[in-house]
């Protein structure tokens, strides 16, 4: 299983971090700074894995961005590869051509993005399609509810706050 | 009321990069009073900021209640606001969590968005207390309608069942019944859970092989593929007839699957699962190795990674199969990946045999080589030209890396001394690779190289001539003491070269050099420990010299004899007032002796006229011969220390000597004072004991260094008042210090923070002053086979095995890999001597063409590689 997945920027800047296992927060900042040191210290066209402690890293930078997971020791990296790369592929159709400022400005919606995928570390749906659904879903919602806010303030006083 | 967005937060954040912590302060306080807000838009804003910030390392503990309010809040974008916070910042010991109990269980019985999103953030932050609470809720959500709920459910109960392991009784039926859902990721999720659970207890989930075997033949999505063979693989080494039915669908699937993961998968499942090994597991390895090697030599870095990782898994079982790619793999070690390199390092390690051990090791060693060495970094570039077109100075990088330099030098010796020596088969080579190692590791390992270099010594009589010329030049060499208080100097190898020479003084070639090598000033920069070693070793040199002297006696040798005496007292006098007690002690001990043989070398008349030599000088010796042509004392060392060859001992030694009838560890050396009442007087004794045994093991550490008796009578004479002083102990006082010791012992016992052992202590309380310490040095008294058990594994600590001298040892370390040892009335001494005269004999055969090897390293290391070039095809 899968004990963390971090997004890391070229500077060390986190841009997220999910956690599935259950830490005290000062063991998480150390393995995210010790971590992500590791990984910006790669070269390219070195192999995606690194060993920290006994635990497996696996990582992969897309473009100006480092997509890390933390794995058990026994796991299959490749497939650890495949789960982030399925990440990034739904990314990308959500935001169309995703960057990392999208990332930044819309962090809310890449943590919901991955909690369609992953659950308490295991995939939960491994198709693409689905996971884009249930996201767009809860945007229309969200619009939706929205919409009726403003409704509800123009309502009930003489205009919108702002 | 112009509130921040976190839009505008976040461009704030990066418009003030240079004043961040002030902008950020700025920024808290305005949330805070926006989370205090009754809107609940405002309250839900603000602590969205709050968890952008949590994820750059900021606390947002605090604001924990207000993430609770904001969960509960009736519009769903604004949920999964809160739920998102929760699951980031929430802790285990979370306060607030003890509010949520009820909030979730409406919200998992509200509608499907809702259970969605509560269901993802609960997996985060459950608890033991939720998990109790929540358990029937889950358990009875696996059966929801809709699939996109059981499915997160599935995987929640996974995480409920870790927290509450109870849950597990009523969850794993219906967890079962799950395999067999209709919706494919339904079925995935379970195969996930059921693939972490089976890992914990394999043998649990041994019932569910069927199902599990009917999916493998039936699916064709490489997601649950992968984890059910992950499944098999931690099931079947518990079940002998999975792995044979296994063999024929996982050998299609390695066969015929374009999907590497999956065939990586099977490769491991094939490995661990034990398959290998039963009846038709030969070919099944031959192709596992066949892919894995078209792996190493695919220029994907992933696949070369995994390849080595799990043929390090198959080197036990198949060496052959692997040794067929010993070239790649050896050329792997020269990959600019840090990664790859580890593992291909395992792998190395773990093909090691007695024909590949030297061209291993020394590819191991020539990347411990400094870089400015031309050589090695030109070869090395030229085969990392082969793989990549990386320039050199990227490839070379983790070669300074201290964390890899000690990995490789402690893999050095790792390897070279696994089983005793099992692949060593020249010594002479091996003793070089340690020197060789000792000057260019750079990292602090010299401990560890000291304690082989003594090892090998000891062990491999054979190599002792070598080995003394080798360290003799390594005493010789002054850049170790210059070096000796850098870190990674690895001086330590200084002590073990004086003990060598010390151990064999027969083989030192100059002796008066080495001495005044040994005792010169600057030494005085070595850590204590050495220098006591060197005071000990110029000891014994200059007793074994002179004795080598004294039987071809000339006259004319007396004015050496006496330059070098002269020589050895100026400089030992000088670490008398060594701020060391060893070291003073040692210095001590040689001056008092050598004032001895000075005033006997002073007396001795040449021409034959010794008789006049005064007899109580050298009275209390036993001189092996009265032959009055030359002085008598220059006897003396070499009686006191070569009386005892030098053995290792077996392993087990020590533990197979029997504690002397009345020896009562616990009693006290020396009775402690009276007023022993006060906590603090409890800690100085506990101090005391300790010490006590800390000077035991010293004095047994001792002895065994030196490995002979160098107490000699003068010694004996003063411990044996000590002696009678116990003996004439009166019976009052016996019983005074009884009566105290129980008197403490009920005062212990009494004390809450001190454990006691329950054993009563031995009745006769005779004390620890009058058995064998003294005795050991007066013989005689005890019974014969105890003294002599005693005396081996005293001598044994240090150097820890084969000794000649009692039963144990035959059994303890049989370095050859001889079989059992042949049991006779005193079979100890022929059966481990036999396996090193094999061990030498293999020594002396093999030696000549690996010499060669070694000379070349040594005078320049860059030739190192010339043996086994790395060729990368």
Redesign the interface.
């Known amino acids: 299983?899968i004990n963390y997945i971090l997004l890391v920027s070229r500077q060390g800047?986190?841009?997220?971090?999910k956690?599935?296992t259950?830490m005290?927060?000062k063991a998480k900042?150390k393995i995210i700074k010790d971590v992500t040191q590791q990984v910006l210290a790669r070269?390219t066209?070195?192999?995606?894995?690194?060993?920290y402690k006994d635990t497996k890293v696996v990582y992969r930078r897309y473009a100006s961005l480092f997509f890390v997971c933390g794995t058990g020791s026994?796991d299959?990296?490749?497939?650890t590869?495949?789960i982030v790369h399925r990440y990034v592929e739904v990314l990308d159709r959500y935001f169309g051509n995703v960057c990392e400022l999208d990332l930044?400005?819309n962090?809310?919606k890449a943590?919901?993005i991955l909690?369609?995928l992953i659950?308490?570390g295991?995939?939960?749906?491994?198709?693409k399609k689905?996971v884009l659904r249930?996201v767009t879903?809860?945007d229309t919602?969200?619009e939706q509810?929205?919409a009726e806010?403003t409704m509800a303030r123009l309502g009930s006083r003489s205009g919108p706050?702002? | 009321?112009?509130e921040r967005t976190?839009?505008d937060l976040?461009r704030g954040l990066r418009a003030n990069k240079k004043d961040e912590p002030k902008f950020i302060a700025k920024a808290v306080d305005e949330i805070r009073s926006e989370i205090r807000s009754d809107d609940m838009?405002l309250k839900a804003g603000a602590v969205?900021k709050l968890?952008?910030l949590d994820?750059?390392?900021y606390?947002m503990g605090w604001a924990s209640f207000h993430v609770v309010e904001v969960m509960s809040s009736s519009?769903?974008?604004?949920k999964?606001?809160g739920y998102?916070a929760a699951?980031?910042s929430f802790?285990?010991d979370t306060d607030v969590l003890m509010l949520t109990t009820n909030l979730l269980k409406k919200d998992l019985s509200s509608n499907p968005?809702d259970v969605?999103v509560t269901?993802?953030?609960f997996?985060?932050f459950v608890t033991s207390d939720l998990a109790r609470d929540l358990s029937p809720e889950l358990v009875g959500m696996l059966n929801h309608s809709r699939p996109?709920i059981r499915?997160?459910a599935i995987?929640?109960i996974?995480?409920v069942c870790e927290k509450y392991p109870d849950a597990m009784t009523s969850a794993r039926p219906r967890l079962e019944e799950k395999l067999d859902d209709n919706d494919t990721?339904v079925v995935?999720?379970t195969v996930?859970?059921l693939c972490?659970l089976a890992?914990r207890n394999p043998k649990d989930y041994l019932t569910l092989a069927p199902r599990l075997f009917h999916l493998l033949n039936t699916s064709s999505?490489n997601?649950l593929l992968?984890k059910i063979i992950?499944i098999f693989g931690s099931i079947s080494p518990h079940e002998p007839r999975l792995v044979k039915k296994l063999q024929t669908p996982i050998t299609d699937l390695i066969s015929t699957t374009p999907a590497?993961?999956l065939l990586?998968?099977c490769v491991?499942t094939c490995i661990i699962g034990g398959m290998l090994q039963g009846p038709g597991g030969n070919s099944l390895a031959k192709l596992c190795a066949s892919k894995l090697a078209a792996f190493i030599q695919d220029p994907d870095?992933?696949l070369?990674?995994?390849a080595l990782l799990a043929m390090t898994k198959i080197v036990p079982s198949h060496p052959h199969l692997v040794a067929e790619y010993q070239d790649t793999i050896i050329a792997s070690l020269n990959d600019?990946?840090i990664?790859?390199r580890?593992r291909a390092l395992d792998l190395v390690s773990a093909m090691v045999n007695r024909s590949n051990l030297q061209s291993i090791v020394q590819q191991i060693l020539s990347h411990l080589v400094p870089e400015a060495l031309p050589k090695p970094s030109a070869a090395q570039s030229l085969s990392q030209n082969m793989t990549?077109s990386?320039p050199i100075t990227?490839s070379l990088a983790p070669n300074q890396s201290a964390a890899y330099r000690l990995v490789l030098s402690q893999r050095i010796l790792s390897i070279c001394s696994q089983n005793t020596y099992q692949y060593v088969m020249n010594f002479e080579w091996y003793l070089s690779v340690l020197v060789d190692l000792a000057h260019i590791a750079n990292i602090d390992i010299g401990g560890d190289i000291r304690d082989h270099l003594v090892d090998v010594v000891g062990r491999v009589k054979a190599i002792q001539p070598f080995a003394v010329k080798v360290m003799q030049a390594l005493l010789a060499d002054d850049s170790f003491i210059l070096n000796a208080n850098d870190k990674g100097s690895c001086s330590e190898v200084l002590w073990a070269a004086a003990w060598i020479c010390g151990e064999c003084p027969e083989y030192v070639s100059e002796p008066q050099k080495l001495i005044t090598h040994m005792l010169k000033p600057e030494i005085s920069n070595l850590p204590p420990d050495t220098i006591a070693v060197y005071i000990q070793a110029a000891l014994k040199i200059f007793g074994f010299w002179a004795a080598d002297l004294a039987e071809h006696w000339q006259d004319d040798y007396l004015p050496t004899v006496k330059s070098t005496a002269g020589l050895v007292m100026t400089h030992v006098q000088e670490f008398t007032g060594n701020f060391h007690v060893e070291v003073q002690e040692r210095a001590a001990e040689v001056l008092q002796l050598f004032r001895f043989i000075q005033a006997d070398l002073q007396n001795f008349q040449p021409h034959g006229s010794s008789q006049d030599l005064p007899d109580e000088v050298v009275g209390g010796f036993d001189v092996p011969s009265a032959e009055p042509h030359f002085p008598k004392s220059l006897y003396l060392i070499r009686s006191l220390t070569a009386a005892y060859t030098l053995n290792p001992v077996a392993a087990a030694a020590q533990a197979s000597v029997p504690v002397p009838d009345g020896l009562d560890l616990d009693a006290w050396i020396v009775p402690p004072p009276q007023e022993d009442l006060s906590e603090e007087s409890v800690d100085r004794k506990k101090k005391k004991s300790k010490k006590g045994k800390e000077k035991e093991r010293d004095d047994i550490k001792r002895s065994g260094k030196k490995k002979r008796k160098q107490e000699d009578n003068n010694n004996l004479a003063v411990l044996a008042p000590t002696e009678a002083e116990v003996e004439t102990e009166t019976e009052t006082e016996r019983a005074e210090r009884e009566r105290r010791k129980a008197e403490r012992l009920a005062q212990l016992r009494e004390d809450p923070y001190y454990i006691i052992d329950d054993k009563p202590s031995k009745p006769a309380a005779i004390d620890v002053d009058s058995i064998p310490v003294v005795k050991l040095e007066g013989m005689g008294s005890l019974l014969p086979s105890v003294k002599e058990n005693w005396l081996s594994s005293l001598k044994s600590t240090v150097q820890a095995t084969t000794s000649s001298h009692f039963v144990v040892d035959r059994e303890g370390e049989m370095p050859g890999g001889s079989g059992s040892p042949i049991v006779q009335p005193s079979p100890q001494r022929v059966a481990t001597p036999v396996s090193f005269q094999d061990r030498s004999a293999d020594t002396r055969t093999h030696t000549p063409e690996p010499i060669q090897v070694t000379r070349t390293k040594k005078k320049g290391t860059g030739k190192k590689r010339t043996p086994n070039p790395p060729a990368p095809s």
């Open positions: 299983m800047k986190v841009r997220l971090a956690w599935f259950t005290p927060s900042a070269r066209r070195m192999c995606n894995f690194l060993e026994a299959n990296e490749l497939i590869l495949e930044i400005f962090f809310q943590y919901a909690d369609e659950i308490a295991e995939l939960q749906e491994s198709s689905s249930v879903q809860a919602v969200e509810e929205n806010n706050l702002m | 009321m112009w976190l839009k976040i838009d969205m968890t952008y994820m750059m390392g606390d519009k769903y974008h604004l999964t606001v998102l699951a980031q802790q285990q968005a969605a269901l993802n953030s997996s985060s996109h499915k997160r995987l929640a996974y995480r990721s995935a999720a996930n859970v972490e890992k999505n997601w992968i992950k590497i993961s990586y998968e491991h870095q992933n070369k990674y995994i600019q990946d990664s790859i580890m990549s990386t990227t």
